[in-house]
Nanobody
């Protein structure tokens, strides 16, 4: 089965940092963009950021100065490094692949969604 496996979520205090990862299972990440999304209870899925195969990134405005995305194709893994976390960052975080290597905010363009990892920021 082709999907991502996310890990590294947890509970962190406001202002803290957390790095979550997603590893592709059953397929290679090469030449695909990878997007990070999040979904809080009773809210729609929200684009967080993405990274193209060449390493360029694009972020949600509120994450621009606090989040970083990196990738290592040899490890088939992408990381979302978050700092300055706020309670409003609390959500289940998902990653997915965009097979045309484009950063887009539209979740419908992405495939191979993982099960997500919970990030909780306490106030």
């Amino acid at each position: 089965q082709m999907q991502f496996v996310e890990s590294g979520g947890g509970l962190v205090q406001t202002g803290g940092s957390l790095t979550i990862s997603c590893t592709a299972s059953g397929f290679r990440l090469d030449y695909q963009a990878v997007g990070w999304f999040r979904q809080a209870p009773r809210r729609a899925r929200e684009f967080v950021g993405c990274i193209v195969n060449g390493g360029g990134t694009h972020f949600l405005d509120s994450a621009e100065d606090r989040f970083t995305i990196s990738r290592d194709n040899s490890k088939n893994t992408v990381w979302l490094q978050m700092s300055g976390l706020k309670p409003e960052d609390t959500a289940v975080y998902y990653c997915a692949a965009e097979p045309r290597d484009r950063c887009t905010v539209h979740h419908q363009a992405y495939d191979f969604w993982g099960q997500g990892t919970q990030v909780t920021v306490s106030s």
